[in-house]
């Protein structure tokens, strides 16, 4: 007994329960996990059963059907509201100078019947006043749609951002790089420059001109 009693340093061991006892412990504990787990699939909503399985399954492909067919339909009323905005866009762009054009009409209608007058009028003046006042009404027009001219001074400073230089002269009449001459005006719209002005620009003259120009004074003196 001692050496028995030597390998259960504790003490004696408990006695060992019943297998009957054990048996029916485990059926316990089992039965207590099933009712938990199907207390816990009530209260999240699963299924308890074969059938409410199936059922569950056929009410989800049913919402699934139904939603791939609203979301087919949605596509297609994307597309159609695709090509619509396409059409409307095509057909501003085609027409979106009808008003402009309209307004331009009566001046064409105006030079046709000038040079019509050239035919068998003899009276050049009143030809011309008739022009120029077509041609004033024509460019007030084209300021209604926010085209305007603008004409470059003589002597004043070279832009690049407005004029461009057709030309360079040598003169001392004006300091250089100031414009000599205008060739053609120029025109902005919405106060962007559309097309500069073209100018001569004024240069100082070289030393070699200037002796030229100064001996050829002596030589007719």
Do not use: C
């Not at 699939?41 to 399985?53: K, Q, T, V």
């Not at 007058?117 to 007030?140: C, H, R």
């Amino acid at each position: 007994m001692g050496e028995v009693y030597h390998l259960y340093r504790g003490g004696f061991p408990q006695e060992i329960k019943k297998e009957g006892e054990n048996v029916m412990e485990v059926k316990e504990s089992a039965e207590k996990a099933q009712q938990t787990q199907e207390q816990r699939a009530s209260e999240d909503g699963y299924p308890e059963s074969r059938e409410e399985l199936i059922e569950l399954l056929k009410q989800k492909e049913a919402e699934a059907k139904q939603n791939k067919d609203l979301m087919l339909r949605y596509a297609a009323e994307v597309e159609n509201l695709k090509k619509s905005f396409k059409r409307e866009k095509e057909e501003y762009f085609k027409y979106a100078l009808e008003t402009f054009m309209k307004e331009l009409l009566p001046f064409i209608d105006n030079l046709e019947r000038a040079l019509e007058a050239t035919k068998s009028t003899q009276d050049v003046k009143a030809l011309v006043e008739g022009i120029e006042l077509t041609l004033k009404g024509l460019i007030q027009t084209l300021e209604k749609f926010g085209l305007k001219q603008f004409e470059v001074a003589i002597g004043e400073s070279f832009r690049p951002d407005l004029h461009e230089a057709l030309a360079v002269e040598e003169t001392h009449e004006h300091p250089e790089g100031t414009v000599v001459r205008t060739f053609q005006k120029g025109y902005t719209l919405h106060n962007r420059v559309i097309r500069p002005a073209l100018v001569s620009v004024a240069k100082k003259p070289s030393e070699n001109n200037t002796s030229e120009a100064s001996n050829s004074d002596v030589k007719q003196n």
